[in-house]
């Protein structure tokens, strides 16, 4: 079974350019997530999809982050302008259910 | 609100010791606990989950954590660490009244030695 993709694995941009991050989630799975992860915290939620639609985007930046899910399956994830404190790791995950969330191997952001 | 807590952002262990990596959630629901593991570069993995049922729960690689309402606790254990183990460790929870997604604690990041 293939596995939660991201790309791209390492961008390094300068404060104030924009970036985007893309996730391609396990086929059929309904829910997908991104977090953030800075360095030396755990994953937090930024926003959750249920297939097109969002269902908790509270803790989302919206003055510079916005994310979208293509025809419910591909998701991106984008930062314009990106602060130097975006610098994290940008994760991926997607589920069926409640029950387990499988996660990429997440986009590492430095911004400089 | 919903909060995960983990006591010691680092433990560190000799290989063959018992691992015990504690875990303390806030939840005024019946919740769903996990424990993933992140190895350096790596996304995260899920060692085991509790949702109903039994409350000791065994994942992989010989892990295992028990439910304990009473103590609003999920710690993890191992019996015998290995080198392999050393890896950032997190506890999330899963509830229902916030939708699905996990909330996770800070980590602890289990060091082994030989």
């Known amino acids: 079974e293939a596995g939660v993709a991201q790309s791209p694995r390492y961008k390094i941009i300068e404060k104030r350019q924009s970036v985007a991050f893309w996730c391609n989630p396990i086929?059929?799975?309904?829910?997908l997530y991104w977090y953030q992860q800075i360095l030396g915290q755990g994953p937090k939620l930024l926003i959750q999809?249920?297939?097109?639609?969002?269902?908790?985007d509270s803790q989302l930046p919206k003055d510079r982050f916005s994310a979208e899910r293509l025809k419910g399956v591909d998701s991106t994830l984008k930062i314009q302008p990106a602060k130097l404190e975006d610098s994290a790791v940008y994760l991926c995950a997607s589920s069926l259910d409640r029950g387990r969330a499988f996660f990429g191997q997440g986009t590492r952001l430095t911004v400089v | 609100a919903q909060s995960v807590t983990q006591l010691g952002s680092h433990v560190s262990v000799s290989e063959g010791a018992l691992v015990l990596l504690r875990c303390n959630y806030s939840s005024s629901v019946p919740p769903y606990l996990f424990w993933y593991v992140q190895y350096p570069n790596q996304g995260l993995q899920l060692l085991l989950k509790?949702?109903?049922?039994?409350?000791l729960v065994k994942g992989i690689n010989g892990f295992e954590a028990e439910f304990k309402k009473s103590e609003t606790s999920f710690h993890l254990t191992k019996p015998s660490a290995h080198m392999s183990d050393a890896a950032e460790y997190f506890c999330a929870v899963s509830v229902a009244q916030a939708g699905t997604a996990l909330i996770f604690g800070k980590g602890t990041t289990l060091s082994v030695s030989s």
């Open positions: 509790y949702t109903t049922g039994a409350t």
């Open positions: 086929s059929g799975h309904a829910t």
């Open positions: 999809f249920q297939n097109n639609g969002v269902v908790d």
